[in-house]
């Protein structure tokens, strides 16, 4: 596997164990499958090069997922610019043909570039969003690939601009404790300040929004998360079953001042609201003496109070986005400072507390005006 290590690797429970596989597809060599047994990823099979092997032109892209309510993940290949689009399914030593469209003119075919899997309605069997000049969902039913909701044509898709902007992304995954992926709309771009969560109607004709970051009730922000970088950069976004027996959670990841923030979020009720989980910490919290410290309120729009539980507080520190000192004072064994942060710009600081002794607290502050 080492030697495959620059490889795109599709995810997918192909022989239906309840445990996932990584299929790896170098491009220029080789497709192979591989198990993760006893403590290590094994091989199990692979194309070995085999120009003739039926999987091999459909190398350009593939997407996983249930298809037709096996049990077994199937794999969605494309044959890219111009050729056929095939499933495959695993048999237990190979993977096999299991449907095509023969090069046809199929409804499907234009969407094979850019789709999305997913459970969207529930019943057991993955579907694809298709994204083109339309965006339209296809269930696999009676042996093929059927139309089902589309935009046909309408430049929104619930309140989004479609076709989507560059900088947005856009996620699958049970968010939620019921049986349906719900669709995830993530701005990344600068002055980023909406997030929504949609699943589909019960009758299929349309979305139905769960949940949303809006900048109208000054809430453009995922909890403590804001959308907008403020200084940072290379957002980063993904849906991850990080429980056993749970809905997905949100990952982000930021970088700022040379460091990554990665925080997780669940959706929760009441109105799946998005809060923060305890399961990943920010790099900012790493010291000893964070427990002494507390800063609050956090996010603020102003005011910050910075209280010690052992009166030690000897120097603050405030940094910006950048990494650069906009604020810092010496004090003399103090319990309680308080900080008028009102005329900063919104944006995420650094704060670094210390005492006598050297040790030193590091917190996140969300400045949210």
């Known amino acids: 596997m080492l030697g495959l290590r620059t490889t795109i690797y599709k995810v997918g429970d192909y022989d239906g164990d309840g445990k996932d596989e990584l299929l790896g597809n170098d491009n220029n060599g080789w497709t192979t499958l591989f198990k993760f047994t006893n403590g290590n990823w094994q091989w199990v099979w692979s194309d070995n090069g085999n120009a003739s092997d039926p999987i091999r032109p459909y190398k350009d892209k593939f997407y996983a997922g249930d298809f037709n309510s096996d049990g077994k993940d199937e794999l969605f290949g494309c044959d890219l610019p111009n050729g056929w ?8 030593s190979n993977f096999i043909w299991d449907w095509s469209d023969y090069g046809s003119n199929h409804a499907i075919r234009q969407y094979r570039t850019n789709m999305l899997p997913g459970d969207f309605d529930g019943d057991d069997k993955v579907e694809v969003l298709g994204f083109d000049g339309w965006l339209t969902l296809f269930h696999f039913d009676n042996g093929n690939w059927q139309c089902g909701w589309s935009t046909t044509g309408a430049n929104n898709f619930n309140g989004w601009t479609y076709p989507p902007l560059t900088t947005d992304r856009i996620l699958a995954g049970n968010l939620e404790s019921d049986n349906k992926n719900e669709l995830f709309f993530l701005p990344t771009h600068s002055t980023a300040a909406w997030a929504t969560t949609i699943d589909l109607r019960n009758d299929q004709n349309g979305w139905n929004w769960n949940w949303s970051a809006n900048p109208q009730y000054c809430v453009p922000s995922i909890d403590d998360w804001p959308l907008a970088a403020n200084g940072g950069s290379n957002t980063k976004y993904y849906l991850v079953k990080a429980k056993l027996n749970e809905p997905k959670y949100l990952l982000v990841m930021r970088k700022s001042c040379s460091n990554y923030l990665i925080n997780m979020y669940k959706s929760s ?5 998005m809060t923060k989980q305890n399961i990943i910490a920010d790099n900012f919290n790493s010291s000893e003496y964070d427990n002494d410290i507390s800063a609050f309120p956090n996010p603020t729009n102003r005011e910050i109070q910075i209280l010690s539980a052992k009166s ?7 940094l910006d986005p950048r990494g650069q000192s906009i604020y810092n004072a010496k004090y003399s064994s103090q319990q309680k400072v308080e900080m008028d ?19 030193v607290s590091i917190h996140k502050i969300i400045l949210n005006k």
């Open 312 to 318: 030690d507080l000897t120097y603050i520190d405030v």
């Open 341 to 359: 942060l009102s005329k900063y710009p919104t944006g995420i600081y650094i704060l670094k507390v210390s005492n006598a002794q050297n040790l």
């Open 269 to 273: 009720s009441p109105n799946n609201k």
């Open 85 to 92: 689009i095939t499933t495959f399914k695993w048999n237990d």
